[in-house]
């Protein structure tokens, strides 16, 4: 890709996520998620689902920012799968 063309597609992606309420509510979330554990008002737990300690932060609701479920990233991907493959099933 050159850096002309570059420059463009990088610009349409800023200009959507500027203009995204969806995304700027998960970016919200992931800076207060990330300013409450280097504060020390959040605390990083085990996997929710297996033993791991390597865990990242997962928000079921993006509203509700320092509700957050500890996963590791095996587990955290197979919630995603689960939740966009078969949206009836509760992933919890």
């Known amino acids: 890709m050159t850096n002309r063309r570059r420059e463009r597609v ?3 992606r800023r200009e959507r996520y500027h203009t995204d309420p969806v995304y ?3 970016k ?3 800076q207060r998620v990330r300013r409450a554990v280097r504060c020390g008002k959040l605390l990083r737990t085990p996997c929710e689902w297996c033993p791991s300690t390597d ?3 997962h928000h079921d609701d993006h509203d509700k920012p320092l509700v957050v479920r500890w996963l590791c ?3 955290h991907e197979e ?4 939740a ?3 949206p009836a099933c509760p992933t919890s």
């Open 84 to 86: 966009r493959h078969y």
């Open 10 to 12: 990088n610009a349409r």
């Open 79 to 82: 919630l995603h799968y689960y």
């Open 73 to 75: 990233k095996p587990c």
């Open 55 to 57: 865990v990242v932060g």
């Open 24 to 26: 700027y509510a998960k």
């Open 28 to 30: 919200l979330a992931r």
